[in-house]
DNA sequence: TACGCGTGCTAAGCCGATTTAGCACCCCCG
DNA sequence: CGGGGGTGCTAAATCGGCTTAGCACGCGTA
């Protein structure tokens, strides 16, 4: 619509100057190539005034580069859990002078073939494969065209590619070390163990959990007091096998359930067997959530951070294709999990006070 | 990275043709050029074993259409309840094998500058300017450089723009209807009213909202029961607002909230002094917020179409775009507010029956 | 006078596709 | 044998910017 872009050769014409002229100029490289200073400043004056933005498309013709990225996600864009995953990494990209393609497979694989082919074909700098849970995920074709990293997703086969995911082996041993921090001993797990590998298929985050957290209880010379491998890992799951681990002789005192959703479902039968969190029960999850924080109290859970895993994938993307690496590794980016304290552990004061209560 | 792409020259050249005569074949001019059959077949068959796909950006600065729109939203990607909005725009934009390029300005100016500057000198064929919450927004400049459209909200100032926004004059008809039709003679408004433009600032579907229902009342030889303007629309500006109506000598027992998050105060309102919905106060809403569905009973509203909203926005840039259009108008495209029937008004027949039982 | 050299700028090719004017060839007819 | 006309394909320009080889000019020196 409206008027036609201002060009280079209208700068150059304006200028009075030859077009390769006005591009040396332009680019920075007008002392390089001995332009005067008179001219310089003239180029870059009519420029100005005639409000010149150079074409990328035409740019990155030639020099092979578009300064755009492809996101491409399974259904990440929409959902809010995710949202802020596109959040950082939009962040990112603009901090850096790209732009972001998006799109969406709905785990489609025609769908996220024409989205790669698209953003292929439009010469893309990079590519992201985003999934909105943490996963293995096998790998389209034609990702040799352009520098690829995996977020929040791992490779099904060894690839050489950079992967960003939550660091879960850490929260892992982190949750663990929460509860001995507290004054427990008797630690049971929700929805996983109690020997490494024990999960429910197909879940990345539960392994990695799990083999954080009996490093540090066998590190301390314990084992889980028990632990509940479940194959879904929804309230109602949560609440089946809370009543179980609380109606036991010895019930149980400390859990960590492995993701939130199971805690809420916890949290309904403590409830409903007059127990209270945290001083009869402490519970620690991951996720954060949104419901987490809506508990009463509070639930401690240790939070995807989502913002920072697309805003590190962007990172490491737009560093690849600066520096023009045409090798990549398969290397494995792990972010941190941040820990969301609220209320659903008591500190170790409180666990010893009811110790005393009790023993009177 | 890897291998270089596959370009119209290496497949003219494995044909044995000269890249025009590629060019002619693939792009289905053939016939009209009189290339013969066996050549075409020649060309198709190479280009198709090699693998070759043109590039968009080559074919983009010769044509000036890059197949790509740029969506620019304040904060709209991330956030949950217009995520759906997002979804759309891809799913429309995909289906017309457009790409998009998403960014959020966080409501910064410069940001906002900085994202159309990158999707302008990337040659995006249109721009949608899309908001969170329906607005009236100002117009950056450059925009006669793509075709524009805005998605959910409305230019500040007269514009040659078409813009996509819910139909809440529409919404607002059919919630006074609802009402009317449930048998309801007395009708409360809560948030703004009575009179058109008694709105809070700043908003646009309070007003439109607000005349709709006047337009039905007035129709039906009525005036609001009652009118509060509120200037916030939170859940305890409706908790106030529900007391004040219930405690009055007539208390309340049919009420438009002109949000769903005053609804939610109403309900505690109501639960508070005892009353019960929809038996002894009806309420009907707009937004169909997440929470709309926990309430008990379910919050009956008329829901934002969030994703209709990003689909048809794209229909209609497409269009422009594909027509070439040049000349834009100020259309405003109604979207119809899906009615989410809950159970917090009864039907007329229960209405009916608790006046009977009152009566005896 | 002729040559070498530095200065300041430009011509022209390139990226990959599209498009149009027109070339080469053959056939047919007078 | 020459000209008209159709057939089948291609050369070359174009889009907008980048890049490199090299031109033109003036000055100093032998």
Not at 134 to 148: I, K, N, S, V, Y
Not at 175 to 192: C, K, P
Not at 246 to 252: D, F, G, N, Q
């Amino acid at each position: 619509m409206g008027r036609r872009r201002i060009t280079l050769a209208d700068v150059a014409r304006a200028a009075g100057v030859a077009p390769a002229t006005a591009s040396l100029v332009l680019s920075g490289r007008g002392d390089e190539l001995r332009i005067s200073e008179a001219v310089q400043l003239r180029v870059r004056e009519t420029a100005e005034s005639l409000g010149y933005r150079p074409n990328i498309v035409s740019q990155g013709l030639r020099s092979g580069s578009s300064r755009t990225l492809g996101l491409v996600s399974d259904t990440v864009a929409t959902s809010q859990l995710a949202g802020d995953m596109i959040k950082g990494a939009l962040e990112a990209a603009n901090e850096r002078g790209f732009l972001l393609f998006i799109g969406e497979t709905e785990g489609d694989k025609a769908a996220e073939r024409r989205l790669l082919d698209g953003m292929l074909d439009r010469q893309v700098d990079g590519i992201i494969l985003a999934s909105m849970f943490t996963r293995t995920r096998p790998l389209p074709a034609g990702l040799d065209q352009a520098p690829t990293i995996l977020l929040n997703a791992l490779p099904a086969r060894p690839a050489p590619l950079p992967s960003v995911v939550p660091d879960e082996l850490d929260a892992g041993r982190r949750a663990a070390q929460l509860l001995l921090d507290a004054g427990h001993r008797r630690i049971h797990l929700m929805g996983a163990g109690p020997r490494p590998g024990d999960v429910p298929p197909g879940t990345v985050a539960g392994v990695e959990r799990l083999a954080g957290i009996l490093e540090v209880l066998r590190g301390a010379g314990l084992e889980p007091a028990g632990a509940l491998n479940l194959s879904s890992w929804e309230p109602p799951d949560g609440w089946r096998a809370g009543r179980e681990i609380l109606a036991s002789e010895e019930p149980a005192e400390a859990v960590i359930c492995f993701n939130d959703r199971l805690a809420f479902g916890a949290y309904q039968a403590a409830q409903e067997t007059g127990r209270r969190v945290p001083e009869d029960l402490a519970i620690v999850s991951f996720d954060d959530h949104p419901l987490a924080a809506w508990l009463r109290p509070g639930l401690t859970t240790f939070a995807i951070p989502h913002h920072a895993l697309g805003r590190r994938a962007v990172e490491l993307l737009a560093e690849a294709v600066s520096n023009g690496e045409q090798q990549r590794e398969a290397s494995v980016h792990r972010i941190a999990m941040p820990l969301r304290e609220r209320g659903s552990v008591a500190s170790a004061d409180q666990v010893q006070g009811r110790a005393e209560r009790a023993a009177q």
